[in-house]
C-alpha cells in the first residue's frame, strides 16, 4: 500500500479592524508681519497588525501605536534676509512600535513596548539669496527614551534610550552662484557643500551598542547653459567610516558599513 500524503492545512488568523478618532488642535499669533508664534496638539496613530517573520507565536501579532503630540514654536524674519524658526516638542506614545531581531538573526520583527518620551530642540537658521550666496544652518536634539518594556520579571529594558534615535543631527550647507553675462557657453556656475553631523545612538534595546557621533562632508560644482547642466559631485569627501546599520544576533553583532568616498558626474537637460 501507497503511504498517505497529507494536506498541509493553512492556518487562518483572524481580521484586525479598528476605528480611531484623531483630533488636532493649532494656533497662530503674529503680532507683527516679522513674527509667528504658534502652538499645536495632534494625536498619531500606527495600526498593528501581524509580523511576516516570527519564530515564536507571541511575536505574532504587533499592537497599534498611540501617540500624542504636543509642539510650540517661533518663525522670524531677522533683517528682511533671514529666516530663523525655533520649536520645542513632546511627545508621549503609547506601545510604540520597535523593530527587534528575531532570536535566530534572521530577519526582524515588530514589538510593542510599554511607555514611550521623546521631547525635544529644532532650530533652523537661513537667508534670502544675497549676491548669489545662500546658507542654512540646522539643528536638532532628541531626548527619547522608553519609559516601561517589560518582557518578563526578569528582563525589562524601562528607562532605555529608544534605539536608532541620534540625540544630535546638525546640517550646515553653503551654495554660491557665479552668473555670467558675456560667457556664450556659459550662464551659471554654482558651488555646493554639505555638512552634516549625526549624534550618537544606540543600536539596541539593552543600550549595549552604541554608534559614535559622525560627520558628513558632501560637495557639487554645476555649470549652467541654458537648458544644459553638468555636475561634478562627491559624498563622504573625507571617506569617514561609521555604521548604516547594525544589530545582534547573540552571541554575534553584525553591521552594515556606511557608504564609502563617492565622486561622479552628472549631466542633465530641462525642456
Do not use: C
Not at 532628541?142 to 516601561?148: E, G, P, S
Not at 559631485?233 to 573625507?238: A, D, I, S, V
Amino acid at each position: 500500500m501507497g503511504e498517505t500524503v497529507q494536506t498541509p492545512v493553512d492556518t487562518v488568523y483572524p481580521a484586525l479592524r479598528d476605528m480611531v478618532v484623531l483630533p488636532k488642535l493649532a494656533i497662530a499669533y503674529a503680532p507683527g508681519d516679522k513674527i509667528n508664534v504658534y502652538a499645536s496638539y495632534s494625536t498619531g496613530y500606527k495600526p498593528g497588525g501581524f509580523n511576516s517573520t516570527f519564530e515564536k507565536p507571541e511575536h505574532l501579532m504587533f499592537k497599534k501605536e498611540i501617540s500624542h503630540n504636543y509642539e510650540a514654536g517661533v518663525k522670524v524674519n531677522l533683517f528682511q534676509y533671514f529666516y530663523a524658526d525655533f520649536a520645542l516638542f513632546y511627545t508621549d506614545l503609547k506601545n510604540q512600535q520597535i523593530y527587534r531581531t528575531a532570536p535566530s538573526g534572521r530577519g526582524s520583527y515588530l514589538d510593542n513596548s510599554g511607555l514611550s518620551r521623546n521631547k525635544g530642540v529644532e532650530f533652523t537658521l537661513h537667508n534670502q539669496s544675497f549676491h548669489g550666496f545662500e546658507g542654512m544652518v540646522a539643528y536638532g536634539y532628541t531626548h527619547a527614551k522608553i519609559l516601561k518594556y517589560e518582557l518578563s520579571n526578569a528582563v525589562n529594558y524601562n528607562d532605555k534610550f529608544t534605539p536608532y534615535v541620534p540625540g544630535h543631527t546638525l546640517a550646515l550647507q553653503a551654495t554660491q552662484t557665479l552668473t555670467f553675462k558675456y560667457i556664450k557657453w556659459m550662464d551659471k556656475l554654482r558651488f555646493n557643500v554639505l555638512y552634516s553631523r549625526t549624534g550618537s545612538l544606540y543600536w539596541n534595546l539593552s543600550n549595549t551598542l552604541k554608534e559614535a557621533d559622525y560627520g558628513l562632508l558632501n560637495g557639487k560644482i554645476s555649470l549652467i547653459s541654458g537648458k544644459y547642466q553638468f555636475d561634478v559631485w562627491g559624498k563622504n569627501l573625507t571617506n569617514t567610516r561609521y555604521h548604516a546599520f547594525l544589530f545582534e544576533s547573540l552571541p554575534n553583532v553584525y553591521a552594515q558599513s556606511g557608504k564609502p568616498l563617492q565622486v561622479g558626474v552628472n549631466f542633465s537637460v530641462k525642456w
